[in-house]
């Protein structure tokens, strides 16, 4: 049996996948049990060019551009103008996952800033929001986020419900120019359980009333830099499913 990602509690890999990508179910075995989406970035069916990300809204403020990467494995690079608070907002066009009771939602990506303290980038699930950033994070939003002017990596759950931004520092700092591997796994409505490089780094014990959102949410990937400096997000790939049972 091919190694699991530990952040996935060994139960078939996101999107049906091991550690090295490879998918473990047949593509109708897969349908029936679970939908989402992953992408390596290598000859990716979503790029089209620096303005264009098929199936994605994408949005610049001030001067920013997506850019597909010559680099080993495959990268998207979101790349933001010097121009303080100039930046690149990419989410899926359409809100496809619904936390819900047995439908646990497993999400992963691997990410690099160029400047790990003067910027800001989200990375998971959000209501449409075409201008995600600290200011005006969505009402209903689940993923990992880093604040303009630290490097602190910090996680935030929060729901039109709740009235409040529940946005926890994980502890993790990050650093320049150094990858990092995410996960966040959304236990139906009961908790949400988060990763950083595989290991398990907290768990945050919320109601369905409380935190979770319980509205459809779409896949987001949000980069703003925090000087006049040219800076970016780079992404090697990302990985999201939810099961039908």
């Avoid at 819900?100 to 998971?124: K, V, Y």
């Avoid at 986020?145 to 502890?171: E, H, M, P, R, Y």
């Amino acid at each position: 049996m091919p190694e699991h990602s530990t952040w996935v509690g060994g139960r078939g890999g996101l999107l049906g996948r091991d550690r090295s990508r490879r998918c473990q179910f047949s593509p109708a075995t897969f349908a029936r049990m679970q939908f989402g989406d992953f992408d390596h970035f290598v000859a990716s069916p979503h790029y089209v060019d620096t303005t264009h990300f098929n199936g994605w809204t994408y949005t610049v403020d001030g001067a920013g551009t997506i850019v597909q990467l010559d680099r080993v494995g495959g990268w998207l690079q979101l790349l933001a103008g010097g121009g303080d608070g100039n930046g690149v907002n990419l989410q899926q066009a359409h809100e496809t996952f619904l936390p819900a009771a047995n439908r646990d939602i497993h999400f992963g990506c691997r990410i690099e800033l160029d400047d790990a303290t003067q910027s800001f980038f989200f990375a998971g699930l959000s209501i449409t929001d075409n201008d995600i950033d600290t200011g005006s994070l969505g009402a209903d939003i689940v993923g990992f986020l880093k604040d303009d002017g630290d490097a602190n990596l910090d996680f935030i759950c929060q729901s039109t419900a709740s009235g409040a931004v529940a946005q926890t520092d994980t502890g993790v700092d990050l650093v320049d120019g150094t990858a990092i591997e995410l996960g966040f796994m959304i236990n139906g409505v009961t908790n949400v359980r988060t990763f950083v490089n595989g290991a398990l780094d907290n768990t945050f014990a919320v109601a369905a009333a409380t935190d979770i959102p319980v509205t459809e949410m779409a896949l987001a990937f949000s980069f703003r830099t925090g000087e006049n400096v040219t800076n970016s997000l780079k992404i090697d790939w990302y990985s999201i499913v939810q099961n039908y049972v």
